[in-house]
């Protein structure tokens, strides 16, 4: 008969995820002193990596956990409106932790409610993660942790979601490691960067990375970066896509729930023209890092990849965009005309 560890791996396979692990809670153990490399190497991050240290105190926060399973979701199967690829992050886009109607969020809650139905207590944070993923993910053998610090895996490259879910069981079901580390002279997602964030290998600065800036930053038109930022509005995948190691991994054999039907409202003159309550409806529960107190961030954005991509069909969005009830938006398209 099968121990319990292989079985909750193989129904979790079932379940569609692209692979699985267990490892017991003291592997978590290392992980402070890691982010406390990444503070020194990232001078100027400590507020945004310091938040991350609660993940590595989950003995406090959960004493009774022993340990936990790590399931990996690949998402690189969806067809992505063409428009928005380079625009907003494709993870965003086929975003697995928020939309309750795609099978992989449903397949999330299903197995939680298998490991309960086993007698365990769990506790998952869907949403945001319940400690650092891509550390326990490497520590189940699941795949390997790359220069532009995602975790890729063979088969689905760096488009994985990583899920984890505490237990009170003690187990452990480690995975052989699979994938060459990369080639000590490939740089392609540093030079890439287009923030020069991703600095040398293995280190990121959050606080001038892309994707935190169209999400935290609502004046970033009047500085060095908004010309940085190029197209994009919510995300980046620059690193990504640069990488050798992504060739070929995405393709568009399904369609994810929605999400065409969402392209069509989301390019630039809609996004800039569309009233705040509409753009709330729209975007707010999907794409969470912005707030709905700051949905306006989305409007400044899209005037952003406007301006840094000029066109004459963007001339009367943007002057509408003079008499947007937000100041902010105001400012950005009065900066913007003062200019072309």
Not at 10 to 37: F, H, P, R, V
Not at 283 to 291: G, L, Q, R, T
């Amino acid at each position: 008969m099968e121990n319990q560890e292989a079985l909750i791996v193989q129904k979790a396979i079932e379940y569609g995820y692209e692979s699985c692990g267990i490892i017991k809670i003291d592997e978590i153990s290392g992980l402070a002193e890691a982010m406390n490399e990444r503070i020194e190497k990232a001078p100027g991050n400590e507020e945004m990596y310091g938040r991350l240290l609660s993940f590595a105190a989950l003995a406090e926060r959960y004493p009774w956990a022993k340990s936990i399973v790590v399931c990996l979701v690949s998402f690189c199967k969806y067809a992505i409106p063409e428009h928005l690829d380079g625009a907003i992050g494709k993870n965003y886009l086929v975003d697995v932790r928020s939309s309750e109607v795609c099978k992989e969020y449903n397949a999330s809650v299903d197995f939680e409610s298998y490991l309960k139905s086993l007698g365990m207590e769990v506790a998952t944070d869907r949403r945001m993660g319940i400690t650092s993923m891509r550390w326990v993910a490497e520590k189940a053998g699941l795949g390997v942790m790359r220069k532009n610090n995602f975790f890729y895996t063979e088969k689905s490259g760096s488009w994985i979601h990583i899920e984890a879910f505490l237990t009170d069981r003690e187990m452990e079901y480690k995975q052989e490691p699979v994938g060459e580390p990369c080639p000590k002279g490939c740089d392609r997602c540093i030079s890439a960067c287009p923030t020069k964030s991703l600095s040398e290998p293995f280190t990121m600065s959050p606080a001038t990375c892309v994707s935190p800036l169209t999400v935290r930053r609502s004046d970033l038109i009047h500085t060095p970066y908004g010309k940085m930022l190029g197209q994009w509005i919510y995300g980046c995948d620059v690193c990504q896509d640069a990488c050798p190691h992504n060739a070929n991994k995405w393709t568009t054999a399904e369609k994810f729930p929605g999400l065409a039907q969402l392209g069509k409202a989301l390019t630039l003159e809609k996004i800039v023209l569309m009233d705040e309550e509409h753009l709330i409806n729209l975007v707010a529960d999907k794409f969470f890092y912005i707030n709905r107190e700051n949905i306006w961030y989305w409007k400044v954005n899209a005037l952003n990849a406007m301006y840094n991509n000029y066109d004459e069909k963007y001339a009367d969005t943007i002057k509408a965009a003079l008499n947007d009830p937000n100041e902010n938006v105001r400012k950005t398209a009065k900066f913007i005309m003062e200019r072309i």
